[in-house]
């Protein structure tokens, strides 16, 4: 079946530094991928996603490119700010299939 | 901007009673959805529902859950004699149709604790 593997967190930066968060998939079709994030009492919201091969989706400053050939999809941001402390969950959703498929999750965690 | 919105945020429930987690999807999405994430894993997918009717379940959701769009607006998770293991943050969700390129948009979760 299809499935979501992310880096380990927690993820502890300081401000102004560079971000990775590593996300790779196996799925049985053409998938579409996501980034969601949840700040500290809220609900999960849509980061950012692409939806085919070589696409790179961003906003707020991170950019995640769909990369086929080694089924990633990393999130990457040049220099974080306090202010995305959050977990972050990547997810897929193949082709003939409703539901999301989520990675387990990474803390950040960006000391000022 | 519109959103989900999910009530209670918190509830705690002895073991073997019976919870309602309630959800006001994106009022023009005809795609609803529910999710849960045991605490330090997973958010894993629960059911989905479209034209008053489930359209794709896990394994997860078994006879003891069920969904019910009561009215226009609300949507709704009853688990029937909760168990410990159902402690976890329960996410409605909703989508404007399906498909895979297609944005599923989330509430803030109501978080349930089983004792």
């Known amino acids: 079946g299809d499935s979501v593997t992310q880096m380990e967190g927690p993820v502890t930066l300081s401000e102004e530094a560079c971000l990775t968060i590593?996300?790779?998939?196996?799925?049985?079709?053409?998938?579409?991928l996501f980034w969601y994030v949840q700040y500290p009492g809220e609900g999960l919201q849509l980061l950012l996603k692409a939806t085919k091969a070589d696409d790179k989706g961003s906003n707020k400053g991170f950019e995640a490119t769909y990369r086929k050939e080694t089924t990633s999809f990393h999130l990457e941001k040049g220099s974080v700010q306090v202010s995305d402390s959050a977990v972050y969950f990547c997810a897929l959703r193949d082709q003939g299939a409703q539901k999301l498929v989520f990675g387990q999750g990474t803390r950040l965690t960006i000391n000022p | 901007e519109p959103e989900v919105t999910q009530t209670p945020s918190h509830q705690v429930t002895q073991m073997g009673q019976e919870v309602i987690l309630r959800c006001v999807p994106i009022?023009?999405?005809?795609?609803f959805y529910w999710y849960r994430q045991i605490l330090g894993q997973k958010v894993e997918f629960l059911v989905s529902?479209?034209?008053?009717?489930?359209?794709?379940k896990s394994e997860i959701f078994d006879d003891q859950f069920s969904v019910e769009r009561p009215d226009g607006s609300n949507f709704t998770l009853k688990i029937r004699s909760t168990k410990l293991e159902d402690s976890a943050m329960y996410f409605c969700a909703s989508s404007e149709v399906t498909g895979r390129t297609n944005t599923i948009y989330f509430g803030e979760g109501s978080w349930l604790t089983v004792v």
């Open positions: 590593n996300c790779t998939y196996t799925a049985t079709g053409y998938p579409s």
């Open positions: 529902f479209y034209n008053n009717e489930i359209s794709e």
């Open positions: 009022s023009n999405h005809l795609y």
